[in-house]
């Protein structure tokens, strides 16, 4: 339920992404489509109930690239999905499947 809203919000533009974290999706040549086609394709992987930011969670997705990205989305109940942070999993802290951490 949580993963069709979120991609249900993106789909229809109604997201924003993190002022403080712009710079570092530009850093990691990471763009807004690439994040819209990877929660187009996304499953929540944790929930956070307790963010500060409101209910939030980490979504694993594939851009059309397959190129797998984290993808950190707050005010998952609210009217627009902030889109917290995004970045390429680094395989030193999760497992091959991308949606378990290492241990």
């Known amino acids: 339920m949580i993963a069709e809203a979120i991609k249900n919000n993106v789909k229809q533009g ?3 992404i993190s002022f403080t974290h712009t710079e570092k999706l530009r850093a ?7 994040i819209e086609e990877a929660v187009q394709s996304g499953v929540v992987i944790e929930s956070y109930p307790a963010d500060p930011r409101g209910l939030s969670c980490l979504m694993l997705g594939y851009t059309k690239d397959g190129v797998p990205l984290h993808i950190v989305c707050g005010n998952i109940e609210g009217d627009e999905v ?5 970045y390429k999993p680094d395989n030193s802290e999760w497992e091959e499947d991308w949606k378990t951490r290492r241990k």
């Open 28 to 34: 990691r040549k990471i763009e807004a489509r690439h």
């Open 82 to 86: 902030l889109i917290v942070t995004a």
């Open 14 to 16: 109604r997201y924003s």
